[in-house]
């Protein structure tokens, strides 16, 4: 099946910093990317929905200036967590589509702010 | 809103036991459903799915049937083995092409299969 790799798959940052997340298909070319958080016990939420070539699209209650989503090609895109703070510490799972086909999930990134 | 529910865990069986993991959902519309698997250390895996009423989606051995009548999408499996031990998502999607756009997921339930 299709490869997705998310990198790095653990980070520990400062509040107040600002950290990336990478997202990659790496044997298709995903024209949809989707990104979720979850937070322990909880369900995966869908935070955004980003198209190659054009702003990302935001769930309701996502600060779109917090978390830059880039979706520059049609193999990568990245989450920036800007200004970190240790509520941002959460769990971060891609996937990747190429529209309404299946989309396909990399192993996620578990993000600590401290 | 759109909403999955799911039996919470862990679950701890033993080998070639009998798997239920209750799977209910709430959709204005109609909803594909889909079961994703995760095993340690890796991303989600689609395991199966279903795209309207009376679909019986199987794979593995693990089968769930789309119940619209009781909203429901239990995933069942009748002999479990060690190597299922994972956290399974019970997962919607109104893409009426089935595809996997804007998952809504279950809160996951993690299974343990003892030797």
């Known amino acids: 099946g299709a490869v997705v790799s998310q990198h790095p798959s653990r980070v520990i940052c400062k509040s107040g910093t600002s950290v990336k997340i990478e997202c990659r298909s790496l044997?298709?070319?995903?024209?949809?990317m989707f990104w979720y958080r979850q937070f322990p016990k909880q369900s995966l939420m869908l935070m955004a929905t980003?198209?190659?070539?054009?702003?990302?699209?935001?769930e309701q209650g996502v600060e779109k200036d917090k978390f830059l989503i880039n979706h520059a090609s049609l193999t990568l895109s990245t989450l920036t967590v800007t200004s970190a703070h240790p509520e941002d510490s959460s769990f971060y799972i891609c996937?990747?589509?190429?529209?309404?086909?299946?989309?396909?999930f990399g192993q996620g990134t578990r993000l600590t702010v401290v | 809103g759109d909403s999955v529910t799911q039996m919470e865990g862990p679950v701890t069986l033993s080998e070639e036991a009998f798997l239920t993991i209750n799977c209910t959902y709430t959709?204005?519309?109609?909803?594909?459903l889909f079961w994703y698997v995760q095993y340690p250390g890796e991303g989600l895996q689609l395991l199966l799915k279903?795209?309207?009423?009376?679909d019986k989606g199987s794979n593995k051995g693990f089968e769930a049937t789309y119940r619209k009548e009781t909203t429901s999408f239990h995933l069942e499996k009748g002999s479990v083995q060690v190597s299922d031990s994972a956290v399974y998502f019970c997962?919607?999607?109104?893409?009426?092409?089935?595809?996997?756009?804007?998952?809504?997921f279950g809160k996951g339930t993690k299974l343990t299969v003892n030797p």
């Open positions: 044997d298709f070319q995903a024209t949809t």
């Open positions: 980003s198209n190659e070539g054009s702003k990302a699209t935001y």
């Open positions: 997962a919607l999607s109104l893409s009426h092409q089935g595809g996997s756009e804007k998952l809504v």
């Open positions: 959709a204005t519309g109609y909803p594909s």
């Open positions: 996937s990747a589509g190429q529209g309404t086909t299946e989309a396909f």
């Open positions: 279903a795209t309207k009423a009376d």
